[in-house]
């Protein structure tokens, strides 16, 4: 790596350089259980997703994928995973603070373990989670709470970047939310996410119609 390479993003580069997949190769469970709101032709968003293995589900499933991370190292093993996979997504390296993230043209935006973005960042992030969605779009979250951090199965070791119900209701106050909540359980995504973890899960439908085909869940 070069001497100039931002210390952030070359630990980013570094995680990644491994030949297996941090998370594994399949999809968040939250995400997959998930999979009967998902329709061919939807445009989705995966935010921050590594090495693939969110995108590379949506794609599987007929989805349009933009897949984004600040990784490039991390965006090639997502090529390579879809491309393994038989299907086709887009991928771009994206800085979540500073990038165009563009007005609203996603059905779906799935932001999954995203808890790099602490107090300074995320509401930012938030703000574009929603403002990103179509008219009746969904956004699919899954993140650590506070307790995650006496288990010490994964995630960040900062209390301040973890999620409350609290906070999640206020943050997407303006949408509907459709589910959201917190669970103990055991979870297998690669070695980085492994072990007894401290979860939350939401799904929040943004204001407007719905997405042809989408039911009343």
């Known amino acids: 790596m070069s001497g100039t390479e931002d210390p952030h993003l070359a630990r980013w580069n570094q995680r990644f350089s491994a030949e297996d997949y941090v998370f594994g190769t399949a999809p968040n469970a939250f995400l997959a259980a998930h999979a009967p709101l998902l329709r061919p032709g939807m445009k989705a968003l995966a935010?921050?997703?590594?090495?693939?293995?969110?995108?590379?589900f949506l794609a599987e499933r007929g989805l349009d994928v933009l897949a984004v991370d600040f990784s490039p190292v991390a965006l090639a093993k997502a090529q390579r995973l879809a491309a393994a996979r038989g299907v086709r997504m887009r991928t771009e390296r994206a800085d979540l603070a500073t990038w165009d993230w563009g007005g609203p043209r996603f059905d779906l935006v799935a932001a999954i373990f995203i808890q790099f973005a602490g107090p300074e960042l995320r509401p930012l992030l938030f703000r574009r989670l929603r403002e990103v969605l179509v008219p009746g779009g969904l956004l699919i979250l899954q993140g650590y709470r506070p307790e995650q951090i006496g288990h010490g199965t994964g995630g960040p070791s900062s209390p301040e970047n973890l999620y409350t119900e609290?906070?999640?209701?206020?943050?997407?106050?303006?949408?509907?939310?459709?589910?959201?909540?917190?669970?103990?359980?055991?979870?297998?995504?690669?070695?980085?996410?492994?072990?007894?973890?401290?979860?939350?899960g939401m799904v929040a439908r943004a204001p407007g119609a719905r997405y042809p085909g989408q039911g009343s869940e």
């Open 47 to 56: 935010v921050a997703d590594g090495e693939g293995r969110n995108g590379v």
């Open 166 to 200: 609290a906070m999640l209701r206020e943050a997407f106050a303006g949408m509907e939310i459709l589910e959201l909540a917190a669970e103990d359980r055991v979870i297998e995504e690669g070695a980085g996410h492994r072990g007894l973890s401290a979860l939350i």
